[in-house]
């Protein structure tokens, strides 16, 4: 059994942890900037109240990993399952991140916020995304089956297909100009 480190307040800067690897543990109120994860085993950390900006975060491993009030601020974070996580308090929010490929099925993350996000193929299957925030992101090719997205707020976003008819839409909120993202099923052209 790995020994485990807790770690309060630090700031790492310019690490690559795939030549150094980060130290099994809690991290609390950390900052992670422009550091290398890609690939790295994270299973079994836990990360609270942490921040990690610019960071390549892709292919990342997450069994049984607690996020909780994490903020991923413009980081590459594809092919990453982020159902694998720890349920228990699950939380966090993406500004500006690369997270194609990734899947959050089964996920309960209701008021989740995606900012200026690129979430192409991203799986989100039997999820709870009720008031979750999609602000100016690129859903091409994402997979919404049996998700609750309830209350979710679309009216930025593009490249969407959501059928009404296997997912929860109650006062979900879309623009006009992306209505047709609801109805691709149907085979129907709408005209400007």
């Given at each position: ?24 543990g ?9 550091c290398?994860f ?5 299973s079994?950390y ?20 607690s ?50 996000s ?29 998700t ?19 997912n ?25």
């Amino acid at each position: 059994m790995q020994k485990s480190s807790f770690q309060l307040d630090k700031t790492y800067e310019n690490k690559d942890f795939n030549t150094s690897p980060l130290p099994f543990g809690e991290y609390e109120t950390c900052s992670f900037l422009s550091c290398n994860f890609s690939c790295c085993d994270l299973s079994n950390y836990s990360f609270i109240d942490c921040q990690f900006s610019s960071c390549d975060l892709n292919q990342i491993k997450l069994n049984n990993t607690s996020l909780r009030k994490v903020k991923f601020l413009d980081c590459q974070i594809m092919g990453v399952n982020f159902d694998e996580c720890k349920p228990f308090l699950l939380s966090f929010s993406f500004e500006n991140a690369k997270l194609d490929y990734s899947s959050f099925e089964t996920c309960q993350l209701k008021s989740l916020k995606f900012k200026n996000s690129s979430l192409i193929a991203v799986n989100f299957s039997d999820c709870d995304l009720s008031n979750a925030l999609f602000d100016d992101c690129n859903l091409q090719q994402a997979i919404f089956e049996r998700t609750k997205l309830e209350g979710a707020d679309f009216r930025t976003s593009y490249a969407f297909s959501i059928d009404p008819e296997i997912n929860l839409l109650k006062k979900a909120k879309f623009s006009r100009s992306s209505l047709s993202g609801l109805l691709d099923k149907y085979g129907i052209e709408i005209e400007e």
